[in-house]
């Protein structure tokens, strides 16, 4: 739940007037669910390949997805991500990717460079681009692999842990179109605003209680990385 609501809040609140978003993946909605609370955004566009996933979550998850898949915003197109990426001519302030585990037969193919290049096209002017990177059923090359392969388009990329008291198994990495300047006082006003309650109950409800301790998650940056991804392969 903490990942699946970071991927959501984090970069709808780093951008600073986010209106559109693509979400790569429904999975059980939680991410674009999160999104579906910020007041500011007017259309979430979710890519699924699997036609049966939205309606067995519509039941299962509603409650936790805040029924993202009814919300008049929400637009589900049913295309693979690579394919939808490379040839739609829309573009967005956020994309999200939060694709099954690399390792899995076909979703490699959304941790390339190609496909990153292809996001990167698509993001408006200063849109931000946002990429789960799994810690568990993998290995410490792979990780250096994906995260060095995504600086490759977004190399003032920061990186962000899910982790609870020093332990966590994933994180979220997030490139911007622009220069990576955030300002912490702007995201606690826009928390502290009255349409800000339903994401300041969400973000309570995974243990981070202010846009601080949201933004404590932080672990480094691309500059940070460069020792570290010395040996990585693109």
Known sequence: MRIQRMLGHLPALLHPHPRSVLVVGFGAGVTAGSLVIHPEIEHIRICELEHLVPKANSVFFREEN??????????????????????????????????????????ANLYTTEYYEQCKRHLAPGGVMVQW??????????VKNEIATFLRFFPDATLWSNDIDGEGYDSVIIGMNDSPTIDVDEIQHRLERPDYRAVVRSLSEIGLNSGLELLATYAGGGPDLQAYLGDAQI
């Open 66 to 107: 805040n029924d993202v898949g009814s919300n008049p915003r929400t637009e589900i197109v049913y295309d693979d991500a690579r394919h939808y990426i490379l040839t739609t001519k829309d573009s967005f302030d956020i994309i999200t990717s939060d694709p099954i585990a690399p390792w899995v037969r076909g979703s």
């Open 133 to 142: 990177v799994p810690f568990y059923e993998t290995d410490a090359a792979s």
